[in-house]
């Protein structure tokens, strides 16, 4: 009988520690920034594709990771404005593929405009775009890791402000995709509503 219930309680235990575990991991998986220990919420994406670097053979993307208390407005099938209230991260990443983003690493490089460059960052949490406050977070080192499955992107992160903060996060899901780059469009969208709020 004793036998028993020890074997019970281990079971008992390690089912309890899996479950904690299983937690954990589901947690640590979320779509979300942390920035000092607090986590921010992503919900949805935007992807801009820009054509050709010009004097270069790498191929800009544009990614918009935003909460859900950011709106995003249309206009002509083109994004026109954003309003709410609500966390971001901005990035911009360089790639050989013409079509997409390529599955790998891109590191922090402001200059280069190579294939797997990430030439520019920004985070903003709690931001209203009424009143253009909020905290803003301009990234000076740091890399994204892309890995795309059909029609779902999983964005890692990892960041370094000139703050000396640390911004982690993480992204699953579809991203809404705009395509720019037949050379009409000048400005980035997504990009300059937001360039012109911060």
């Given amino acids: ?16 520690l899996m479950a904690a575990c299983k937690k954990d991991e589901d947690e640590a998986k979320a779509s979300q920034i942390t920035i000092d220990g607090a986590n921010f919420e992503l919900s ?3 992807i801009e594709s820009y054509g050709q670097s010009l004097g270069g053979d790498a191929y800009i993307f544009d990614i918009t990771l935003l909460s859900s208390g950011f709106i995003v407005y249309e206009s002509g099938g ?19 593929d013409s079509t997409d983003l390529a599955n790998g690493e ?13 030439a520019y960052a920004l985070a903003v949490t709690d931001f209203n775009t009424e009143t253009e ?8 080192d740091g890399l994204v890791i892309i ?18 903060k640390t911004i982690t996060g993480y992204y699953k899901g579809p991203l809404t995709r705009y395509n720019f780059s037949d050379g009409l469009k000048k400005t980035k969208e997504i990009g300059s509503l937001w360039y012109s709020k911060i």
Wanted: aromatic residues 10%; charged residues 25%.
């Fill in 1 to 16: 009988m004793k036998n028993v219930k020890t074997v019970l309680l281990f079971v008992v235990a390690v089912g309890i």
């Fill in 106 to 118: 891109y590191t922090f490089d402001e200059t280069s405009r190579d294939a797997g460059t990430l």
């Fill in 44 to 46: 949805k994406g935007i």
């Fill in 78 to 96: 083109e994004p026109d404005s954003v309003s709410g209230i609500g966390h971001a991260v901005i990035v911009e990443l360089y790639t050989a």
């Fill in 133 to 140: 406050e909020g905290n803003e977070y301009d990234i000076t």
């Fill in 147 to 164: 890995n795309k499955t059909g029609n779902e992107y999983e964005a890692s992160f990892s960041f370094e402000t000139a703050e000396g």
